[in-house]
């Protein structure tokens, strides 16, 4: 929403800033002439890097942590699950520990699962701002910039999703799941 409005000011500025020209008395039937707004730029994914099918995501460095002596912010990464219907799905994995989230557009709220190994462990919901790093995976999943997680098992491409009551993680054959990209 943001940046169709940076663009339309934009527009609206070209616009604006074309009639101001010197005038020699002759009418400039160009600027006169409504001009055609420009069609919004593409936004860029919020992801920095990408490795394989995991997209890793900055976090800002806080003030206490530049003044120990961090210089770069660390890199969490995030896998994307794929979408059903409205909902959207990403994973986190720290060693033997993966926390899938999921939110629903416009993806205010989301679901955190917590697994360690294949052992479902806790659910929880939270809000979502721009600030939690699992707001930009699921944006950049929205406007697809991120391509889904698949595997291989017995020679059949999987994908994977957690069930409505957060208590499976679903591996299933990726070409009759329902998951899409």
Not at 58 to 77: C, F, L, N, V
Not at 162 to 178: F, N, Q
Request: proline content about 4%; aromatic content about 6%.
């Amino acid at each position: 929403m943001k940046t169709t409005l940076k663009m339309m000011l934009v527009a609206c500025a070209m616009v604006l800033v074309s009639g101001c020209g010197e005038s020699n008395g002759a009418s400039n039937s160009a600027a006169a002439a409504p001009a055609a707004p420009a069609a919004p730029a593409a936004p860029k994914p919020r992801y920095s890097i990408k490795d394989g099918l995991e997209y890793g995501y900055e976090q800002g460095i806080s003030e206490a942590d530049r003044q120990k002596g961090q210089a770069a912010a660390p890199i969490t990464m995030i896998s994307y699950l794929g979408r059903r219907g409205d909902s959207y799905q990403v994973m986190v994995k720290s060693g033997n520990v993966r926390t899938v989230a999921e939110c629903t557009k416009p993806c205010e709220f989301a679901k955190m699962y917590v697994f360690i190994g294949d052992r479902f462990t806790s659910k929880e919901n939270m809000r979502i701002g721009p600030e939690v790093l699992v707001s930009a995976a699921f944006s950049d999943a929205m406007q697809g910039h991120l391509e889904q997680l698949t595997g291989q098992q017995k020679g059949v491409a999987t994908t994977f999703w957690v069930d409505g009551d957060g208590k499976r993680l679903i591996v299933a054959d990726a070409s009759t799941s329902g998951v899409t990209r």
